[in-house]
């Protein structure tokens, strides 16, 4: 099974100013790789995919990157309603898919 | 515009059968060539693939679950369904069903609103 380990847990900062997640597989997954936002009460949403194609209707300050095992999601200038609990998935080793335990982002 | 919603029961008592319904609207299940899955969430954590079904019966579950779990399709009602048996207090947890794509496109867009589910006696 492909562990998906994301960091930070928890990431503080102030509405306005560029939030970076990262995700990390423990094994290459090429570009293979999904991000979801949750808000509470609510069911993920998709962001991204492939790991840099923004979904439909997605903002452009929602941006993916990276490949093999590194991948990041920047949120480049903070909105108040993109505080929510973000996952990573990868879809590499389907169909045993697999996701991140999530990075709470928290205003500051 | 698809939409899933799950629905069933709210509460199931440990060792029996946990049934949930998805109903599909604004696209068909068949011939979509589309995987239809079901994700849960165990209360506060993050997200666990349970399994899907595509093509009108061809099913592949997480080994995890496996031994437990029975996904099934009706097409007619647009529907599509989850079995789990020999539920415990570790099943207790919020099911979503969702939309997947083949392969390695089986990223997961879109979701229901998700349904809770608690074993208990």
């Known amino acids: 099974e492909i562990v998906m380990t994301q960091s930070p847990a928890t990431l503080s900062v102030s509405p306005g100013e560029r939030a970076t997640l990262s995700c990390r597989a423990s094994q290459s997954i090429s570009s293979n790789l999904a991000w979801y936002q949750q808000k509470p009460g609510q069911a993920p949403r998709l962001l991204i995919h492939d790991a840099s194609t923004r979904a439909t209707g997605i903002p452009a300050r929602f941006s993916g990157s990276g490949s093999g095992t590194e991948f990041t999601l920047t949120i480049s200038s903070l909105q108040s309603e993109d505080f929510a609990v973000y996952y990573c998935?990868?879809?590499?080793?389907?169909?045993?898919?697999?996701f991140g335990q999530g990075t709470k982002l928290q205003i500051k | 515009q698809l939409q899933l919603q799950e629905s069933g029961p709210g509460l199931v008592k440990p060792s029996q059968t946990l049934s949930l319904t998805c109903t599909v609207s604004?696209?068909?299940?068949?011939?979509?060539?589309?995987?239809w899955n079901w994700i849960r969430q165990h209360p506060g954590k993050g997200l666990e693939w349970i399994g899907y079904i595509y093509d009108s019966g061809n099913t592949y579950y997480s080994p995890s679950l496996k031994s437990r779990v029975t996904v099934s399709v009706d097409t007619s009602k647009n529907q599509f369904y989850l079995r789990l048996t020999s539920v415990t207090a570790a099943d207790t947890a919020l099911y979503y069903c969702?939309?997947?794509?083949?392969?390695?496109?089986?990223?997961?867009?879109?979701w229901g609103l998700g349904t809770l589910v608690t074993v208990s006696s």
């Open positions: 969702a939309r997947g794509g083949r392969g390695r496109n089986g990223y997961f867009d879109p």
């Open positions: 604004g696209g068909s299940i068949s011939g979509s060539g589309y995987y």
């Open positions: 998935q990868q879809c590499f080793d389907w169909p045993l898919y697999t």
